[in-house]
């Protein structure tokens, strides 16, 4: 047999060669930001102000039609049919 069949590449050289090209990965570890962080951060909000509230009002949230408008979605969003059963108040996926 001969030492080219059985060779192996250089794996120090080779993995020298990735780190230049990629940087370090615990570098990179470190310095990541998971991509949900600023979604969650800016959900998040205060309480509402009267002014908040005198703003909603004007634009026409807490008036009767919204109220109807909002209680008829929540009605469609409980009736859905297919794969989901209601327990408890709550759907649950069921494919069976």
Do not use: C
């Not at 962080?37 to 309480?47: A, T």
Request: cysteine-free; proline content about 4%; charged content about 25%.
């Amino acid at each position: 047999m001969t030492d080219t069949f059985f060779s192996l590449p250089d794996i120090p050289a080779a993995n020298a060669r990735h780190d230049q090209q990629h940087g370090d990965p615990y570098q990179f570890q470190s310095g990541r930001v998971r991509g949900g962080w600023q979604v969650h951060n800016m959900s998040r909000r205060g309480y509402l102000t009267d002014k908040q509230i005198d703003y909603y009002a004007s634009q026409g949230f807490y008036s009767e039609e919204f109220r109807e408008a909002r209680r008829r979605h929540h009605e469609k969003k409980r009736s859905r049919s297919g794969n989901w059963v209601t327990q408890e108040g709550r759907l649950i996926y069921s494919p069976m």
